[in-house]
């Protein structure tokens, strides 16, 4: 193991490393600790300027409340759900199959058909917003959750495919010649052989394809408006500007956005970092 | 090849057209769904951008031909290089999260107690969304009750306000980019560093390898893959930049903090009117720059391809 193992060197490292640790880790999460602290302040501290000390009362539920009440935010929230879920259902259903077939046959373009799948998914958003937008009104999607959905099924696809095919192509092939052998078609060698070896990978799919689109921002102000159909990551954006000086509102709110993925994560932490490293780095 | 017109003698084995073909059919069944989209969505709509920059078009009303008229305007215009300038800047010091990331990696790959806890909470910055960190940031460089100016005037320097500095804001912004993309890294390093062989390293301490030297020699190249990974999606994060600059500043002061993707939406749908054509040229240039690097990617895979 590198580096050597603490507790292999001399008494005085090893409780210099256990003190550093804590320290460090507050260091790095300063901007969030003091984001979470605010969320729960009063009214009175922030306009009293009193940001840093102790609050002088503790208004978890008052704050977090207020947020409920006096801003769409429950409706942010439920149109972020309305958005990520079916996106994530279809980006791993189709790449599900897109993924098995190029890991799966040889034919002419399999290459060339991953290799535009993969090279999509780096794409800059920008060179895909103005028909991107064009294509959803002409549709009569534009503002609505499908809309967006739709499109980000489409772009995530790219992603999952290059997932998938890995993930399938690093499965035993023998299993599938052993399947034909015995006269089983392709769709139920699909389905009932490869399909239950790809949990691990759709499971690690669908927590990244969750938080990549609960995170979204710019194809939510791209493809929305208002707060009927926005998502909270554009409903933050706006509320922020209506609550100038209200910080303790706005952390409250930037709290309620990121809990969903964060909770994802530590639900799934080891799916969510097979997928992270592109099943590249084992 | 005919196939003989006999009658088949053992009707139980006789296939039918699907069962013949499907080897050479399932697969395009298979992918059909997902092209359909991919082209709908993205490989079109690349095309179509491209056409568009050849357009005056404000969104709704006629387009109107013009050419290259839009590059050549782009040539002339400060915002452009302004824009630019700031994207050569994001992709230099974004790439600051790779190191760092290794740093955070090596710190971590201990096995104390609690030393998952503290790798998932490092992690955290990368789950957040954006939007949320560019708020953060922005609150901890506020002049007046900022965590930083505080932190500055302990030491007597007067406040800053960074984000309505022309000469800091960039650097501001990516600063508050580089904590989560570190985040990234580090989790790129520690699955890496999980895979490095002990057996050499336990070969390189018998031959006096240490600290340093063991790392660039030993434990660095075996880190490759992950380097390689930490590469590609810190380039990528780095000309992907919108959201935090839309959080944290809008552009400004004075669009001085605008990179090629905000200029690009600033100019396709602004208060400063609609001009679909001319952002369109600007996302074709920015298409171009990710192009360079998309094209390294697929000839990196298409090597490990052949190779296997």
Redesign the interface.
């Known amino acids: ?3 050597t ?3 292999k060197t001399s008494s005085g490292a090893q409780i210099a ?2 003190i ?2 804590p320290v ?2 507050i260091v ?5 600790i ?2 979470a602290l605010t969320s729960v302040r009063s009214a009175g501290d922030i306009t009293a ?1 009193n ?2 000390g102790w609050p002088t009362s503790f208004n978890l539920i008052e704050n977090y409340t207020a947020i409920f009440e006096q801003t769409p935010i429950g409706k942010y929230i439920l149109n972020s759900f309305k958005v990520t879920i079916p996106t994530v259902i279809g980006a791993v259903a ?2 599900c ?2 993924g ?3 890991a ?2 040889k ?1 002419k373009g ?2 060339l ?1 991953f ?6 998914n ?11 937008r ?2 959803t009104l002409d549709l009569g999607m534009y503002n609505t959750w499908y809309g967006l959905a ?2 980000h ?3 995530q ?2 992603f999952c ?1 290059l997932f998938m095919r890995n993930f399938i192509k690093a499965l035993p092939y023998e299993l599938i010649e052993a399947a034909r052998v015995e006269g089983i ?3 139920r060698i ?1 389905w009932y052989v490869v399909m239950p070896l790809m949990k691990p990978a759709l499971a690690a799919l669908s927590v990244l394809i969750f ?1 990549f689109i ?2 979204d ?2 194809w939510a ?2 493809l929305t408006q208002g707060a009927d159909q926005q998502p ?2 554009a409903g ?2 706006s509320l ?1 500007g209506q609550w100038v000086a209200a ?1 303790h509102l ?2 409250a709110g ?1 709290i309620v ?2 809990l969903p ?2 909770l ?3 639900l799934m ?1 080891r799916h969510f ?1 097979a997928g ?3 099943g ?3 | 090849m005919t196939a003989p017109a006999l009658p088949d003698t053992h009707p139980p084995a006789q296939k039918t057209w699907w ?1 013949q073909n ?3 059919l ?6 059909a ?3 359909f ?2 082209m ?7 095309f ?2 491209v056409n ?1 920059s050849f357009y005056e078009w404000d ?1 709704l009303g006629e387009a109107t031909w013009v050419g290259a008229d839009n590059y050549i305007e782009l040539m002339d215009d400060e915002a452009f290089y302004t824009s630019l300038k700031n994207n050569v800047i994001w992709l230099v010091l974004y790439m600051l999260a790779i190191p760092g990331g290794l740093l955070v990696a ?2 971590l ?4 107690r609690g030393i998952r806890i ?1 790798k ?6 990368f ?6 960190v560019g ?3 922005a ?2 460089y506020d002049p ?2 900022g ?1 930083m100016n ?1 932190a500055l005037g302990w030491f007597g320097i007067e406040p800053i306000a960074v984000l309505a500095n022309e000469d800091y804001v960039t650097y501001g912004i990516i600063a508050a980019g580089l ?1 989560p993309q570190t985040a ?1 890294c580090m ?2 390093y520690l ?3 999980n ?2 062989d ?1 057996e050499q ?1 336990e070969a390189a301490r018998l031959d006096n390898a240490k600290g340093v030297k ?2 660039w020699y ?2 660095l190249p075996q880190l490759r ?2 380097t ?2 930490a590469v590609v999606v810190t380039v ?1 994060g780095a ?2 930049s ?2 935090l600059i ?2 944290m500043t809008d552009g400004g002061p004075w669009g001085s903090s605008r990179v ?2 905000f200029y ?2 600033e100019q ?2 602004s208060e400063y009117g609609f001009r ?1 054509g001319y ?2 040229a ?3 240039v ?2 171009l720059i ?1 192009m360079i ?2 094209t390294g ?2 000839y990196k ?2 090597r490990d ?1 052949r190779g296997r």
Do not use: C, H
């Open positions: 193991m590198f580096p193992p603490i507790e490393y256990k550093a640790l460090a880790l790095w999460l300063l901007p969030l003091a984001v300027g940001y840093w189709i790449s199959m897109t098995f077939a190029l799966v046959y034919f399999n290459l058909l290799f535009m799948f993969v090279a999509g780096f794409v800059p958003f920008q060179i895909l917003m103005v028909p991107v064009d294509l739709l499109f099924i489409a772009f696809a790219g495919t078609s392709e769709i699909f938080t609960w995170n921002y710019f102000t791209v909270i990551t933050l954006y922020n910080w706005v952390s930037s956005a990121a993925p964060v994802m994560f530590f932490q970092i992270l490293t592109l590249a780095v084992k | 069962q499907q080897q050479r399932a697969p395009w069944l298979f992918l769904p997902g092209i989209m991919f709908m969505y993205v490989i079109i709509p690349i179509q951008s568009i969104g090596l710190f790959n201990q096995t104390v503290y998932s909470l490092f992690f955290f910055p789950v957040i969304s954006q939007v949320v708020l953060v940031f609150w901890f007046n009750f965590l505080i904590w990234y989790i790129l699955t890496g560093l895979a490095v002990p390293i063991m790392l030993v434990i893959p992950a390689f990974i990528i000309l992907r919108f959201d839309s959080i090629l993707a690009m939406y396709a749908f679909m952002g369109a600007i996302a074709v920015l298409f990710m690097y998309i990617f697929l895979m298409y391809e």
